[in-house]
């Protein structure tokens, strides 16, 4: 069959999407990189927010309307929390659960027999047409924390981790096939090797000494999963000086009703000491603004944590604590109540006018904080891992520096997945401008 396969949301679902690629051209199929030319077109959905939710149905829909005769099967934490929402779009031929995901090119396989209809082959077409150079690798699945907005850890149950050497062999098969970066993704990455005897920073040891991956990079960590001891993995430099620790709010009477295990200051902390022991470290976050509460009184902390949901107190508080962490990158999220949480069941919900106010006051301070951050990097000699051309302009490359600067250039040659070094000279739209030389 002739697959085409697409993810919405985390690096989890990119990780999964990647891996069923390899999956189906293992069984004999191809990748097809348009979705008209489909036999079978897979969806990993997103349930994290009603915007992934609406993200996941408008691409179910739009695949139908694209490819009328596909097959087409639908996956993921929207497919798992929501089977009946994606059934009442219609004309879904499949929906599998989180649980069978890893059954799925089984799966299509005897569905494919019997109602897709086999297109010839396109010549050349088989795992790179995904066209990522970057390679999300999946450690571990699942989440025992119960944060009080997040649905994930109900969509995808109890921390499981992959065995150490499936890992292993994982990124060395990426390796061999000319993979220059891996991400290690998982739900809860932090909580890694906890069910094996393991635990994260033995796996990050162990990858940088057994296989020859240029660059790993870890992705979203808890703070309190980052332990002083996992600092020294830094001292290689194939680790990349990135950190996401997702602080979700500046204001410790906003964290406590989140169910958060720290304070600002120890966050701050944290912070500070990573900066410390990784010079050029970017730390990257995400944040929730409009966080309901439970009622009038429902925190002790003075004036803030007495209002209707997250007070405007509090908001200003948690966006001055985000000022002066001066992150690299911000991911804004407006609260969104996902059923069976138990912020979805506080009476005192913000008004969708007032969350966008509040993202958009984020937002802007994102863009300054991530200036701020190039900036101190203008006229630095940085190691570039370049990306694919644009679509619509041959010349036009984009790349990462191993510290999360998103770099443009342009170049007759190629540049595709190589790490080259590359002079930043100033800011552009969406990141640095940089020269290769
Ligand atoms: N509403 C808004 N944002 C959410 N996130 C998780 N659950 C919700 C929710 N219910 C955000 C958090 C998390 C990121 C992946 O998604 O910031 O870190």
């Given at each position: ?14 990780s999964e999407?990647e891996t069923l690629a390899r999956g ?114 999946k ?299």
């Amino acid at each position: 069959m002739r697959v085409y396969l697409q993810s919405v949301g985390c690096k989890l679902n990119q990780s999964e999407i990647e891996t069923l690629a390899r999956g189906f051209v293992r069984a004999g199929h191809w990748l097809v990189q348009a979705c008209e030319e489909a036999d079978l077109c897979v969806v990993n959905t997103c349930t994290v927010t009603q915007v992934a939710d609406k993200k996941s149905r408008q691409l179910i829909r739009r695949l139908r309307r694209v490819n009328p005769t596909a097959c087409l099967i639908v996956t993921g934490c929207y497919a798992e929390m929501s089977p009946q929402e994606v059934r009442a779009i219609g004309e879904v031929d499949l929906i599998v659960g989180n649980e069978d995901k890893e059954r799925l090119v089984e799966l299509a396989e005897s569905l494919g027999r019997e109602s897709c209809g086999s297109k010839a082959p396109i010549p050349g077409f088989h795992a790179l047409a995904l066209g990522h150079t970057r390679a999300f690798v999946k450690i571990q699945d699942g989440c025992n924390n119960r944060c009080a907005y997040c649905i994930v850890s109900l969509a995808r149950g109890r921390e499981r981790s992959r065995p150490r050497q499936n890992i292993l062999a994982e990124v060395r098969a990426l390796v061999a096939a000319g993979c220059k970066e891996v991400v290690l993704s998982g739900v809860h990455i932090g909580g890694y090797g906890r069910d094996l005897g393991t635990e994260l920073g033995q796996l990050v040891e162990d990858i940088l000494t057994e296989t020859m991956v240029p660059r790993l990079r870890l992705s979203s960590i808890e703070p309190w999963d980052l332990e002083r001891s996992l600092f020294r993995l830094w001292e290689n430099p194939r680790l990349c000086r990135h950190l996401h620790l997702p602080l979700q709010s500046g204001c410790d009477a906003t964290l406590q009703r989140m169910g958060r295990r720290y304070t600002t200051s120890q966050y701050a902390r944290l912070v500070a000491v990573a900066r410390r022991l990784i010079p050029d470290l970017a730390v990257t976050t995400d944040i929730i603004v409009g966080f309901p509460s439970t009622g009038p009184f429902d925190s002790a902390q003075g004036e803030l944590g007495t209002g209707p949901g997250e007070t405007p107190d509090e908001f200003a508080v948690s966006l001055s604590f985000v000022e002066k962490m001066e992150f690299a990158r911000i991911h804004v999220f407006k609260y969104s109540a996902r059923p069976g949480t138990a912020a979805a069941e506080m009476p005192h919900q913000v008004p969708y006018a007032e969350k966008k106010r509040r993202s958009e006051a984020m937002l802007e301070l994102a863009q300054e904080s991530s200036q701020r951050f190039c900036r101190r990097f203008s006229g630095r000699r940085m190691e570039v891992l370049w990306e694919t051309p644009h679509r619509d302009d041959k010349q036009a490359w984009s790349g990462l520096t191993d510290n999360y600067i998103r770099v443009m250039t342009r170049s007759e040659l190629s540049l595709a997945n190589t790490i080259a070094s590359t002079k930043l000279e100033g800011l552009v739209k969406g990141g640095m401008y940089g020269e290769v030389s």
